[in-house]
């Protein structure tokens, strides 16, 4: 467990993933399983056995298991039987054991697994019986027939051994497996994720053929451009047992068929005319490679990858790429692979516009492989490796730098690149993720340009490109990204001389991982894809992270909830930082994934004198599987609808056409909406699915309401105690009752729920004015070892989340109330001043009521704020909204593109994203109307917003709990129950930003103290 080296016993040589006809027996299903606190053996270890046992004798046939439990293989044992086999751990960074290389703590959970198998008796006749393991975590030792056959590692690396001597064809065969928690291989794989112990992929029983095809790589190169057909080569590499040739390779579609007599005969197979594969168009062609003993079936894709001019090309064109960190994580089954789930997630994307995945940080399961080149998708193929918590002591003991640990890093970067290298998906190696830098991932990018020179290594770590092929950073600012993307630029980068600058800036720049979308965000997305349009160079990035990775957990009461770190009782944890995901844990897509979408969409649309403009940002694919819809609303009411034929238009070209929607048949706000749809079924949406989204303004309001005069009050008159203003009811000044029911409110507010980006770490600088004491407040953050200060630290300490106010005067007038208030925190001196005016006034509609909010605020407020608007608390039964203004869901300064004009209906519970820490959710922005519904009350309230003398309107949210009972959760469902719903009219919030983990707000969205007014009509 202590031994550096990757692996001992009979392993076979490592070698693709291969789709072949011999037999094999899966040994996936219930094996008998138990788990002891630690490893059998360990100096101390006490009663882990029965006194006197020896640590092997569990894999004896004979030994007897009738008194074990069961388990099903794969599967982790900490998410089996019912908590009582350990617990998941999470961690980011940090390791969950000491940091003592290559040691382990006694205190080792180690899994004994047991399955009894049946082998043919015709296996007999086999040159060899290899036994495959696709995933164990994390070191395990395996017997055959109580024969030790062999120990390995690399928990999501494929591992065969030979195990022809110890299997008996025609009998039953007994296989024990043991699997320790901890091993020396912990270290090399710190990733961001669950701990999760177990055989959780793939056991399978392979009969390998006296003659048979052992290795097989199909590089399928292409000579054409992205676009139509060209010239393809197939060149072959065959690993063949003895007496194996001939061989022949066959693609019945193109009407080839080759027969290699001897290695010496292998060589290309030359095609005159094929179609290439890419991520829009992913063209497979099957290749049957077979001989007299058996006979392997792959799907090949014809396509060049180069880097030329500083560009990362595939067929000639420029890949852009709009990517994700995928991990592989279900809330039930962790790691655990499910072909059906896998399928429709990457479906998923697809539909979302997401063509790239960067595989984080380990190799998927074989099949996610197969499923990228069959849906397309460009990928980043990661090694298993990452030593991440070496980083918080200057990486001192890292192993990426101790020629002791040279040997595994090879052997990891060996077998991803054999298991890996027949699909076509995959145009980038990646060493790992997070593990400093060294001799020995220099040396594993040397194996592979050896091996294989066409696709170019990416390591992030590589700051200076010693090693790698391209310039990978994470989560770097804006002013640095357009820093990298330009040409000639000599701002310094990262770890670099300026002479290593220059050199990067000569290369392909990935953002590896960027906008980090942890909780409500992220933000940033349209900012940092102007950069990638804007500079070549710049070719896109990977969201952290594609999913949530909650666990289905119960508390002492039976709740079920999604838990994160620190729910199981972890002595280290890294908290919710693992609930970072475009789509929640329970498959829901967030609000961020929306907001991705329409960033990235592949076609876009400017309209101008009744021409449409139609811009094709696809790689290799043109307009004709699009088909164009178009709407024109008028106040949010749908008046015309019509279809246009999308002209055909190449990728990186765009055209224009005739669309006039005519003259908005009635007076009003019109906004034509057109979308490009697709026109057929694909394998992974159905046909009308919407791909890209553009909205134009036809015409304003005919007649904008302009901002109220505040009304003449006459001063020194008694409010009367009880006062009736249209539907509003005052009792000494406050407001009581509206519509005929209890309401509060107006109350100025400046809290919102912490979102997890404004948890974030710090970055105070030009867009963040630092609060007084915040420097040395952070300093010793620091020095303890904290975390640095945050916004919500900040804003908690200003006391925003605990205001409390004084009405400073009321007073009345004919037909208006007017009272004037301070909003202030305790021990603050910083006041938020308020003036609320109600006025009954006259509209071409009839008399209504108006209400008018002033907001303005004293000197001396130390931050940007979280929100600046009013809390209205209505009664619980108020349950569903229908408003006239930017949605359908939540949006924010910073997370625009996926909103539009348009009315819009929702209940209470759906206005809101169940983020897994409850946070800020549900503001809708830039409000014209909103229509409040009680039970069994249609159009209860109708509330119009006005805009103020900069045109600038409010948003609204309308949620169960307030915003401080919400920041007072960790999980959803610890918030209280609740009898009220709050409406908040906010003039302004703060952006998004992703500060979680990368930039904060940027400047143009920050919230500044400033003076603000709200105007309504009732």
Request: proline letters at 8%; a negative charge.
């Amino acid at each position: 467990m202590t031994d550096p080296a990757p692996r001992r016993g009979a392993h076979a040589a490592p070698r693709s993933w291969l789709h072949s006809d011999a037999p094999r027996i899966s040994l996936n299903g219930t094996w008998s399983f138990r788990l002891l606190d630690r490893a059998p053996g360990t100096p101390g270890g006490g009663g882990v056995l029965p006194a006197g046992e020896d640590p092997a004798a569990f894999a004896d046939p004979g030994y007897d298991v009738s008194g074990w439990e069961t388990i099903e293989v794969p599967s982790h044992w900490v998410l089996t039987g019912d908590g009582t086999r350990g617990r998941p751990i999470y961690t980011n960074v940090q390791f969950p054991i000491p940091l003592d290389p290559p040691h382990v703590p006694d205190e080792n959970p180690t899994g004994d697994h047991r399955i009894e198998v049946d082998v043919p008796a015709e296996w007999a006749e086999a040159e060899r019986v290899l036994l495959r393991f696709d995933g164990v975590e994390s070191i395990y030792r395996v017997w055959v027939n109580g024969v030790e056959v062999g120990v390995g590692t690399g928990s999501r690396l494929a591992a065969e051994l030979d195990v022809t001597e110890q299997v008996v064809p025609g009998q039953t065969n007994t296989v024990a497996v043991r699997v320790h928690q901890w091993s020396a291989a912990t270290y090399l794989e710190d990733q961001d994720q669950w701990w999760l112990p177990g055989i959780f992929r793939d056991v399978t029983l392979l009969a390998r053929p006296r003659g048979g095809i052992t290795d097989v790589w199909l590089r399928a190169g292409y000579a054409g451009e992205a676009v139509g057909t060209g010239a393809g080569t197939l060149e072959v590499e065959l690993d063949v047992a003895e007496g194996g040739f001939p061989v022949t390779v066959a693609i019945e579609e193109l009407g080839v068929s080759t027969t290699f007599d001897s290695a010496a005969d292998v060589g290309p197979v030359e095609l005159e005319k094929v179609e290439p594969w890419s991520a829009e168009r992913p063209r497979l062609y099957e290749v049957v490679v077979s001989n007299a003993a058996e006979t392997i079936t792959q799907r090949v894709g014809f396509r060049r990858v180069e880097i030329r001019d500083g560009l990362l090309l595939v067929n000639g064109a420029r890949v852009l790429f709009h990517g994700v960190n995928r991990h592989e994580t279900h809330p039930e089954r962790g790691r655990v692979f499910d072909e059906e789930h896998a399928r429709a997630d990457m479906a998923l994307m697809k539909r979302f516009n997401v063509n790239a995945i960067r595989t984080s940080h380990y190799p998927p399961h074989p099949r996610v492989l197969d499923l990228a080149d069959e849906l397309g998708f460009w990928v980043v193929d990661e090694c298993d490796l990452e030593t991440h918590g070496f980083g918080s002591d200057d990486w001192r003991q890292n192993p990426s730098d101790d020629p002791v640990w040279r040997e595994a890093y090879l052997d990891r970067i060996t077998r991803t690149v054999e298991r890996d290298k027949n699909h076509p998906s995959v145009v980038l190696w990646s060493l790992g993720n997070e593990s400093g830098t060294g001799a020995n991932l220099a040396a594993m990018a040397a194996w592979v340009h050896s091996r294989d020179p066409e696709r170019p290594v990416h390591y992030e770590g590589d700051y200076v490109g010693a090693y790698t092929d391209v310039y990978s950073r994470m989560y770097p600012s804006l002013a640095e990204t357009a820093a990298i993307g330009t040409d000639g630029d000599t701002t310094p980068l990262l770890g670099c001389t300026v002479a290593e600058g220059v050199r990067q800036r000569t290369k392909p720049a990935i953002l590896c991982e960027y906008v980090h979308a942890m909780g409500n965000g992220p933000g940033l997305i349209s900012e940092y894809e102007e950069l990638f349009e804007q500079h070549p160079r710049l070719q896109g990035g990977f969201v952290w992270e594609w999913r949530d990775h909650g666990l289905w957990h119960r508390t002492p009461d039976g709740t079920r909830y999604l838990a994160y770190g620190g729910d199981f009782g972890e002595v280290v944890h890294d908290g919710n930082f693992v609930m970072d995901g475009l789509v929640f844990s329970d498959d829901t897509p967030s609000p961020g994934l929306h907001e991705y979408a329409a960033v990235v969409q592949p076609v876009r649309f400017e309209w101008a004198n009744k021409r449409l403009t139609v811009r094709n940002l696809r790689h290799s694919t043109d307009t004709t599987d699009l088909r164009l819809r178009w709407r024109l609303e008028v106040d949010g009411t749908v008046l015309a609808r019509g279809t246009e034929k999308v002209p055909r238009v190449l990728p990186g070209r765009s055209a224009r056409i005739d669309l006039d929607p005519g003259a908005p048949p009635v007076p009003g706000e019109a906004w034509l909406s057109v979308q490009a749809e697709l026109a057929e079924a694909t394998a992974w949406a159905p046909a009308g699915h919407v791909v890209a989204r553009g909205q134009f303004r036809v015409a304003e309001a005919t007649a904008p309401v302009r901002v109220l005069p505040l009304p003449a009050v006459q001063t020194g008159q008694p409010v009367p105690e009880r006062l009736e203003l249209g539907p509003a009811v005052f009792a000494h000044g406050r407001l009581v009752e509206l519509a005929g029911v209890p309401v509060s409110g107006p109350l100025p507010e400046l809290w919102r729920a912490p979102t997890d980006n404004d948890r974030g770490k710090a970055g105070f600088g030009a867009s963040r004015p630092l609060p007084a004491g915040a420097a040395e407040a952070d300093a010793a953050l620091l020095a303890s070892g904290g975390r640095r200060t945050t916004w919500e630290m900040v804003w908690r300490e200003q006391g925003l989340h605990r205001l409390v106010h004084r009405v400073t005067s009321v007073e009345a007038g004919p037909g208006s109330l007017v009272t004037r208030g301070v909003s202030m925190a305790a021990q603050g001196r910083a006041r938020l001043e308020s003036t609320t005016t109600w006025q009954l006034v006259p509209t071409p509609g009839g008399e209504r009521l108006a209400l008018t909010i002033e907001l303005a605020p004293s000197r001396g407020w130390g931050s940007v704020w979280p929100r600046l608007g009013v809390r209205f608390d209505l009664p619980g039964d108020v349950t569903r909204a229908e408003w006239f203004g930017l949605g359908p869901g939540e949006s924010y300064p910073d997370s625009l593109a996926a909103a539009r004009v348009g009315s819009f209906t929702a209940s209470v519970d759906e206005l809101a994203a169940p983020y897994s820490r409850p946070q800020e959710t549900g503001h809708r922005s830039d409000l014209r109307r909103l229509v409040l519904s009680r039970s069994g009350v249609h159009d209860w309230l109708t509330l119009e917003a006005l805009p103020d003398t900069a045109g600038r309107r409010p948003g609204f949210t309308l949620s169960r709990h307030t915003a401080q009972q919400i920041a007072d959760a960790d999980h959803p469902h610890e918030l209280p129950t609740s009898d009220r719903t709050y409406l908040y009219l906010d003039a302004a919030q703060h952006g998004l930003g992703t500060a979680a983990c990368g930039p904060d707000v940027s400047p143009q969205f920050a919230l500044r103290p400033h003076a603000r007014t709200l105007q309504l009509l009732l």
